[in-house]
């Protein structure tokens, strides 16, 4: 069944940029049918979506985090990633990536990946 | 933007114990577009219900996922040891994900 994993620096100084990766196996982006997300999980553990894209590169993101936000996919790799620009305290947080399903019975994340924590701290 | 509550925010109860958890939504929305996820201590969330009362795959019958208009309510038949965790519900409306703050089953 399709896992997904996410990588990249667990520390950020405030004002640069967040940056992830989620990797995908046991399944192909490419193949269609779901979008790809990220989400967020604040420390107090309340979850946030920042976005989604589809294999075709199309994309849709929170309004709340819009002009931050850059998300992108390389099917040669079966990844997807985030950008964050302009970090501060309040972005640090567990962020996941997840299969997004949807459907006539509606839209839902399911699997997600196992999340990894970024600190955004000077 | 449509806001969920989740109540209560802790319930204590033993295992065997039938658990009753509510989300409301903030205005009407469309049972379709309503989900239930449990997340354990260090772990991912993982999608229990969707569409409001579909189970989804592998997950025991002992959940069950009632609703409409602005309530809904995650029912646990029967708790077993496992089940103890935070529970969230999550809509999709207007292009947008969101989620209750979660209630938390812990063991009385």
């Known amino acids: 069944q399709v896992q997904l994993q996410e990588s990249g620096p667990g520390l950020v100084k405030p004002s640069q940029t967040l940056s992830l990766i989620c990797t995908v196996s046991?399944?192909?982006?490419?193949?269609?049918?779901?979008?790809w997300s990220w989400i967020r999980q604040y420390p107090g553990k309340g979850l946030e979506w920042i976005g989604y894209i589809y294999y075709s590169g199309s994309t849709y993101y929170n309004p709340s985090l819009k002009s931050r936000v850059i998300i992108s996919v390389d099917t040669s790799r079966n990844q997807f990633s985030l950008k964050l620009s302009s970090v501060t305290a309040a972005d640090t947080a567990v962020y996941y990536c997840?299969?997004?399903?949807?459907?006539?019975?509606?839209?839902?994340?399911?699997?997600w990946g196992q999340g990894t924590l970024v600190t955004v701290s000077s | 933007e449509i806001v969920l509550t989740q109540s209560p925010g802790t319930l204590s109860l033993s295992p065997g114990e039938r658990a009753t958890l509510s989300c409301r939504a903030s205005q009407s929305v469309s049972s379709s577009y309503l989900a239930w996820y449990q997340q354990k201590p260090g772990q991912a969330p993982r999608l229990l219900i969707y569409g409001a009362s579909s189970r989804a795959t592998g997950i025991p019958d002992r959940f069950s996922g009632s609703g409409s208009g602005t309530d809904f309510t995650l029912t646990i038949s029967r708790l077993e040891p496992e089940d103890f965790a935070v529970y969230y519900c999550?809509?999709?409306?207007?292009?947008?994900?969101?989620f209750g703050q979660g209630t938390k089953v812990e063991i009385k």
């Open positions: 997840a299969k997004t399903s949807y459907s006539s019975r509606g839209y839902w994340f399911d699997p």
């Open positions: 999550q809509h999709y409306g207007s292009s947008l994900w969101t």
């Open positions: 046991g399944g192909s982006i490419s193949s269609g049918g779901y979008y």
